[in-house]
C-alpha cells in the first residue's frame, strides 16, 4: 500500500512538473516571437544594432505630483527644457536641463564619460566630478524613456523577457513583455498586437508605487519609429509630459563631454555611504545615499528630525551611541512624498509625530499603523529639558513649500531644514535659487540666528556665511542678466 502511494506522489509530481515545463517553454516561445515581430517594427536587427548614439531635444510640463506647496491638486508646474544624448559605444551620456519659473531657477547637467564624468551647474558656471561614475545607471532613466532604446534592450537581453499575457490599451490588444534591465525593477512592456509600437509600459517602484509611461506621436527617423510625445504617471497621476523637438542619430556625442572653458572645477562628488556625524554635543547627522535626519539628545529622550527614506537604519545608528534614551518625537518636516517616508519608522518607535497642521491627513496616509500618534504645530513648539532648547518652528510659506518646519537650537545656532539650502560638496555654493531666497528671508523674518545648516539631503554641514554667499551669487547673476537684456 505505502509502495502504490509514493508511484501515485511521484506521478502526480512527475505531471505537475511536466506542466511548469510546458507553461515556462510557452512563456518564453512567446516571448521570442512578440520580440522578433517587435524588432522588425523598429527597423529590423541590422538597423537597431547599428543604432549607437541618440541625441534627443525635448521641452516638458512637468507636474509636482505630491510636490507641490499645498498637498493635493491641483499641483504646481514647471517648464524645462532640456537635452539628453547617449553613446554605448564609448559609454558616454550628457544631460542638459534648464527651468525658470517662480518655485525653482536651474541650469544643470550630467556629463558621464570615464574618469571625466561630472555634475555640472551652468548657473554657477561649476563641475564636480563625479568619483565613481556608472554608465549603467546614469542611462538607465533615459533608456526606459525611449522605445527604440528598449527594444535595443529586448534584442541584447531576451533571455530576461517573459511574456506576461494581453491586455487592451485604447481599445486595442497589446501584447505584454516583462524585461529585467541591469538595474532596478522589471518593467512591463505593452506593444501593439497589429504594429508592434510601444504604447505604454509600467513598473513598481519602491515607495513611490506604480510608474507608467506612456508614448505617442511616432515617427521615423532613418527607418526607425521614434515617439515625439511622452507621458509618465504616479500611480495614475499624470507627472510630465514631454515633447521630443529634435532627434539626432550615431552623431558623435564626444564634443558635449568636454567642459567649457569658463566651467571651473570644484570638490568631486564623493560617494555617500551610511554614516554618523557628531555636529554639536548630543547632536548628530545621521544618513547616506542623499537623505539625512538629525537626532538631538535631552535629558531623558530624544528628538528626530526628517522623516526621509531609511529612517530605521538611521535609528539603529543613532542607538549606538545613544541606547538609554527613547525617540520620544519624530519631527517631519513637510508633505512632500519623500519627506514622510519616515512616519511608519516613528510610528513603530511609539514616537509622537510632530508636524504641521496642514499636512497631518498626509502623515497619517504615508503610514499603515492606526495608532500613529501626531501633535500638530501651529507656528511654534519649544521643547525644554535640562539645559537643552528645541525650537521646532513653521516657517512657510516658502516658494517650496505653503508650510515647512524646521528644527532650531538657539543656544548652538543649528537649524535642521529640507529641500531649501544643501552643499552637493565642500565648498561647492551654487547660486540662490526662489527657494533658497525664500528660506533665507524666512529665517529673518523668524528672527532665527543662524550658524550652522543641517540639511535633509546633503552629508555637509554648511554655514551662515556658505547661505550669504549663495545669496550673493544670485544677485551678481540677477545684475548680469540685467545688463545683458
Known sequence: MRKQIFILLGS????????????????VDKA???????????????????????????????????????????????????????????????????????SQEFHNGTIINADKSYQVDYRASTASQIAEPNFINSTGPFIRVTPALLVKQLMQRRHTVHYLGQDDVDGKPHDVLSLVMEVGPAISLYFDQENHILNKSERVVGTFGMIGYRFGDYKNIEGIPFNHSFKLYINDQNNINRKITGIKLNNSVTEFTKLKSNIAKVSPIQPDPLSRQKVSDGVYLIGGNGTYAMF?????????????????????????????????????????????????????????????RAHEKVIRDSTENKKLKIETVNTKRIFKSGDRELHVIDIGPTEHAEHLLIAYLPKEGIIF?????????????????PSTRSFAKSLQRNNVKVKSIVSAHSPIVASNTDLQSALDKAKKLSVASDVTH
Open 32 to 102: 521570442r516571437e512578440v520580440i522578433d515581430n517587435v524588432i522588425e517594427a523598429y527597423g529590423g536587427n541590422e538597423k537597431l544594432t547599428k543604432l549607437n548614439s541618440v541625441i534627443i531635444k525635448f521641452n516638458s510640463r512637468n507636474l509636482a505630483v505630491n510636490q507641490s506647496r499645498k498637498p493635493g491638486p491641483p499641483w504646481d508646474e514647471n517648464q524645462l527644457d532640456g537635452t539628453s544624448m547617449i553613446d554605448f559605444k564609448n559609454q558616454q551620456f550628457v544631460t542638459n536641463i534648464k527651468s525658470k519659473t517662480s
Open 417 to 433: 531644514e529640507a529641500d531649501h539650502f544643501g552643499l552637493r560638496s565642500a565648498g561647492n555654493i551654487p547660486p540662490a535659487g
Open 12 to 27: 502526480l509530481l512527475l505531471s505537475a512538473t511536466a506542466s511548469t515545463k510546458n507553461l515556462t517553454q510557452q512563456s
Open 296 to 356: 538631538v539628545e535631552m535629558e531623558d529622550y530624544v528628538v528626530a528630525v526628517g522623516g526621509t527614506a531609511g529612517i530605521p537604519e538611521r535609528i539603529t545608528l543613532l542607538k549606538e551611541v545613544v541606547s538609554n534614551k527613547p525617540i520620544k518625537y519624530g519631527v517631519m518636516t513637510h508633505h512632500h512624498n519623500d519627506h514622510v517616508l519616515g512616519g511608519q519608522a516613528y510610528a513603530d518607535e511609539g514616537s509622537i509625530v510632530i508636524a504641521s
